[in-house]
């Protein structure tokens, strides 16, 4: 990018917001917190007290000069870099303008002028509402509009006002905060609360508020080239922004547009969590990345996998096929992070249950698998039983390997990559991903008697309150004369924690020392006493920890219950005195207890499923290295000596003659497949199948040879 495209100014704000300035569809939400609000305010004060005349200089802000003005002189800009700084200065300048009608500044004064028309442009001889200095574009698009209206039309009562908006997000509800926290900083720290008082400050902050401000004049889509040249410099971005600035670097003009929107939309429908959602798609469909994904992963991705995924040798198609894909699947993402949404996709209460269970316990492994799954279910290549089993059985894996067992969160990662990565040229199977989780436990020994042993003496109360939450609603659910259990019942006991429903003791944790008990807390020291009598096992003592005698026996899961809560108040700290548990005192009954509710989980609640083994043998083998090999394909006369071959990407640079099962001539170089293919596309490696058509066709090898294997079943 040459110099003459860029055009450095240094202005005031009052200069600054003589200009229209739009946040554009594609950029993140508004983020900042009251922290970094506290600090601009603190650093601005300072300024001002101290240092008045000197001015207070922000940083740097990089704009995009939209080449379009109203009236002739007043200029819109899309902000490429800057926009928490903009956003935060109009809402200064919002309360500014409330808090001096509060403070009876007088309608014609020069200074209250100044502040509205940095605020609303002055067009026709007179304040255009509809024509805002600063306008955001995302999720709390809406909010900032309500509070640039509300300070328009009634300024003086303007924070009673926003203070009872209707929130509908986290995004809405930081603007308002950061709204009232400005107007009750400045308010509180005027040398005066008079209409002097703030117009002085009004008037530094106009003046002696500087920006050094960077107008960009090129084509708008070679604007996000400008991302890298930031983070170069030391500036560091979102990995997501980096994303987003290769991925349109690569895009034609003619399509910056629909695309600029399509980001937009994802970023508002993902609720900001857009590099959530492409990390679980290039999971679900590409690659299964171990680690995060950052610009350069992403780089190598979008020149290997998304051209074969989409069957393209061109980038910049490849590209629009993903953001076109992304948009089309995005609510199945959010899935993911909602049970009602998936249960109005999968109507079981079984599934409901347990799917509650996994975004209860923020499990993250499953969910490129999950979102996969309700994909192929919508399109008609899963049955809906098929999606329940696959749902509920690695919920139960999570819970039993990662929760119960605490095994290290990489060994599940290894678990599924495989099985995701057995998918990728083909759909997701039931039985092949239940096989894959039921051979993961018993290569890690996990099995029932040690799931039985670890839950029996697991804290379920302060360490995994979520699990203790989760079995006891499971076990309170089952109907032992029926042999069944009522998922709806446990779905309501589970999502009702909290608001109607308590998690409690049945041995109170701090009984009186005359009460029923065997044991109390001594206040002075905080230790467990003992009483003769008690049946405590001898590793628990009088003196001991109090703390430590809660955890490893009040907190079990045997001595816990769920309890509305309206009984649960009333119970407080004294014994139980529901019916079914008036002798509950003793370590036994915790014991007792202990095992019908780990026996009853196990064995019962947590349910088998059959795997169709010789299927599975079948499916691995067709997928796996049984396919075919090149002395077969030739023998088979899919290829032959001579044949002209290409790599799929590079259609045009790669044709080649084939010589054998081995070799190819490629340009009178005499080179092994993998070396050729490497050569052509620049790459370390190749998985060449993947990669290697004959002239004149368009399917690979690879299909070539599933194709084969799956018509020989």
Not at 435 to 453: A, D, M, P, Q, S
Not at 668 to 676: C, F, R, V
Request: charged letters at 30%; one cysteine or more; hydrophobic letters at 35%.
């Amino acid at each position: 990018m040459s110099l003459e495209l860029l055009e450095p100014h240094m202005w005031s704000l009052e200069t600054l917001f003589k200009n229209i300035y739009r946040v554009p569809v594609y950029q993140r939400p508004y983020s900042w917190e009251k922290e970094q609000i506290d600090t601009l305010l603190k650093d601005i004060f300072n300024a001002f007290k101290f240092d008045a005349r000197e001015g207070y200089y922000t940083g740097n802000i990089i704009v995009y000069d939209k080449n379009e003005k109203i009236e002739g002189h007043i200029a819109k800009y899309d902000i490429i870099d800057g926009q928490q700084r903009i956003a935060s200065f109009a809402l200064i300048m919002l309360a500014i303008y409330s808090i001096c009608y509060n403070l009876g500044v007088e309608e014609n004064d020069r200074v209250l002028g100044n502040i509205k028309d940095s605020l609303w442009k002055y067009v026709e001889r007179k304040y255009r509402k509809d024509l805002k200095t600063v306008e955001l574009n995302s999720i709390e698009k809406d909010c900032f509009l309500n509070i640039y209206d509300i300070c328009f039309d009634n300024p003086k009562d303007a924070l009673d006002i926003i203070k009872r908006l209707d929130i509908k997000s986290e995004f809405e509800k930081r603007i308002i905060n950061n709204f009232e926290n400005i107007y009750n900083t400045v308010l509180n720290n005027i040398n005066e609360k008079t209409p002097d008082g703030i117009l002085n400050f009004a008037e530094y902050i106009l003046q002696f508020i500087k920006f050094i401000v960077i107008e960009a004049h090129c084509k708008e889509n070679e604007v996000f080239s400008m991302f890298e040249s930031i983070n170069s410099k030391g500036k560091q971005l979102e990995t997501i922004d980096l994303i987003k600035t290769y991925i349109f670097s690569k895009l034609d003009e003619e399509s910056y547009e629909k695309y600029s929107k399509i980001w937009g939309n994802l970023i508002i429908k993902t609720r900001d969590k857009l590099y959530d959602y492409m990390y679980n798609y290039i999971k679900a469909y590409l690659s299964y990345y171990r680690q995060n994904i950052n610009v350069n992963n992403f780089k190598s991705i979008s020149t290997k996998e998304l051209l074969l995924h989409f069957k393209t040798n061109e980038e910049a198609v490849a590209l629009k096929r993903l953001l076109d894909d992304l948009e089309e699947k995005v609510d199945f993402y959010n899935m993911l992070y909602s049970v009602d949404d998936a249960y109005q996709l999968i109507k079981s209460s079984k599934f409901r249950y347990f799917y509650e269970i996994f975004v209860k316990l923020g499990y993250q492994h499953p969910k490129a698998l999950f979102f996969r799954i309700f994909v192929e279910y919508n399109e008609g290549k899963l049955s809906k039983n098929d999606v329940i089993d696959i749902v509920v059985s690695t919920t139960i894996f999570m819970v039993k390997f990662l929760t119960i067992c605490d095994r290290d969160s990489k060994d599940a990662i290894t678990t599924f990559s495989n099985m995701l990565n057995s998918t990728y040229n083909s759909n997701v199977d039931k039985d092949i991903i239940i096989n894959y989780l039921e051979t993961e436990l018993k290569i890690r020994g996990v099995t029932n008697e040690n799931i039985k042993n670890l839950l029996d003496t697991i804290d379920c109360y302060k360490q995994k309150k979520e699990l203790g939450i989760s079995i006891l609603s499971l076990y309170e659910s089952y109907n032992e004369k029926e042999d069944k259990i009522s998922y709806d019942q446990a779905y309501n006991l589970l999502k009702g924690y909290g608001e109607v429903y308590s998690l409690d003791h049945l041995l109170v944790q701090t009984p009186k020392e005359d009460d029923s008990f065997k044991y109390y807390c001594n206040k002075n020291d905080n230790t467990l006493i003992l009483k003769k009598g008690h049946d405590f096992p001898q590793e628990i003592y009088t003196g001991m920890d109090y703390e430590i005698f809660e955890k490893s026996i009040l907190n079990r899961v045997g001595n816990l219950r769920i309890y509305y809560m309206d009984k649960n108040s009333l119970r407080q700290n004294q014994e139980v005195q529901l019916p079914e548990y008036e002798n509950f005192n003793t370590y036994k009954n915790i014991c007792d207890r202990g095992k019908d509710i780990v026996n009853k989980i196990v064995d019962k609640c947590f349910p088998k499923f059959e795997i169709d083994i010789e299927k599975v043998k079948k499916l691995s083998s067709a997928k796996d290295k049984n396919l075919y090999r090149m002395d077969k394909i030739l023998e088979l006369g899919i290829l032959k000596p001579g044949d002209k071959v290409y790599i799929t990407v590079k259609p045009e640079d790669s044709v080649a003659t084939l010589i054998d099962s081995k070799y190819v001539n490629y340009k009178g170089n005499k080179m092994t497949l993998n070396e050729w293919g490497c050569n052509v596309t620049g790459w370390k490696s190749i998985r060449i199948y993947q990669y290697l058509a004959k002239e004149g066709e368009e399917e690979t090898i690879q299909e070539k040879r599933i194709e084969i294997s799956e018509n020989e079943e």
